[in-house]
């Protein structure tokens, strides 16, 4: 059933709202794409802070042209908003990017709005591809310890060959 003007003025300005609120946010095609993968996409997403939304194309323009963003790109093909609550700008391309993988070429990342500024497919991939905050604090504290542990077994082959 077609949207009557004023639930068009509605969707448009809920779509300008989350796009004024939201720091970072990724356009995502998604073709064949069924109903149940898209519902298990959406939980697993929600677990993580981040909202899957399905757009119209003209709409979305509309509503990104209400906001600071002013005209956006030329995009084909269905479109799904990926967007997080804010706490983790990273979230929103690393989990489509998840999804992407598991559901094999049914979701692609086709651009998205990155702090502030339009990044193409390439730059979204990259950051997408960026590890967690938990992960990065893990793998800093593993290089700093790694030479430190590496002296402490030099050490102790030394005492095992200054008692033999």
Known sequence: ???????????????????????????????????GETT???KTMRKAGVRMLTVKKTLLDKALSETSYGAGPTLAGQVVLVYGDGSDVLAPAREIFQA??????????????????YADKEKMMSIATIPSREVLLAQFVNLINSPVQRFVIALDAIAKTKTA
């Open 1 to 35: 059933m077609a949207k009557t003007k004023v639930q068009k003025k509605e969707s448009i300005t809920e779509l300008a709202h989350i796009l004024a609120s939201t720091k970072s946010f990724v356009f995502v095609g998604f073709d064949k794409l069924t109903v």
């Open 40 to 42: 298990e996409a959406r």
């Open 100 to 117: 992407g993988k598991k559901y094999e070429g049914k979701l692609s990342i086709l651009g998205g709005i990155f702090d502030g500024v």
